[in-house]
């Protein structure tokens, strides 16, 4: 009777451990691939990025000047075109005047001209005396206000900067990227975050 139970118990196990014999074994574990170093350089320019905020800004080849009525495109145009001759000559832009209610767009590949022709022509237009000698007056002045605009924008980087014994030729040309951008940055915001950057760095590893 014994070895009948043992024999029974046998026919029923049989199969159980046939088919764990039979089962695939599992698969090992994959490899997990070796991880790099990261470069401390690398480290500390993330993280000083990082407290870096910057201010992006979208700018285009031109510039748009409002008028307070469309007659007043054809004041700026002039007799044969005289008018807007002498200003496409004194300024070294181009005035895009189409069918745009009360606008006027100033074109060029130099932000600073742009500039001085945008500041030029909006004080034609609030002036009302639009002639080839008003406009030299007008284009005069707004070149003397573009210069000291970009020299206080120069200095007020380098004091952000808190940089002495710069050239004040080199402070103006630093102020001049205030109309820069260049990928969709102004280039002067670009530099001073670049020289912030810098310094974090420095202070980082210690020089």
């Known amino acids: 009777m014994r070895l009948f139970a043992v024999a029974a118990a046998l026919w029923f196990v049989a199969p159980a451990v046939s088919s764990y014999a039979q089962a ?43 008028l307070p009525k469309d007659e007043m495109k054809g004041r700026i145009i002039g007799r044969e075109g ?3 001759k002498s200003f496409e000559s004194a300024t070294g832009v181009t005035l895009l005047i189409d069918e745009s209610p009360q606008m006027v767009l ?11 022709a945008r500041v030029a022509l909006e004080g034609l237009v609030k002036d009302g005396r639009i002639h080839p000698a008003s406009i030299e007056e007008f284009v005069k002045r707004a070149q003397e206000e573009i210069d000291l605009s970009t020299t206080q924008a120069g200095e007020d980087a380098v004091a952000r900067l808190n940089i002495n014994g710069l050239h004040p030729e080199i402070i103006k040309l630093l102020g001049r990227l205030k109309y820069r951008f260049s ?7 670009h530099s001073v975050e670049t020289a912030f950057i810098a310094s974090l760095i420095a202070s980082e590893v210690g020089l």
């Open 24 to 66: 695939p074994a599992a698969p090992a574990p994959a490899a997990q691939p070796a991880q790099l170093p990261f470069p401390a350089g690398a480290k500390y320019a993330f993280v000083n990025v990082q407290r870096i905020a910057a201010e992006h800004t979208a700018e285009s080849t031109v510039s748009a000047v409002s």
């Open 82 to 84: 005289r008018n807007i």
């Open 106 to 116: 100033v074109s060029s590949f130099d932000p600073v001209r742009r500039e001085v």
């Open 183 to 189: 990928y969709n940055q102004n280039v002067l915001d």
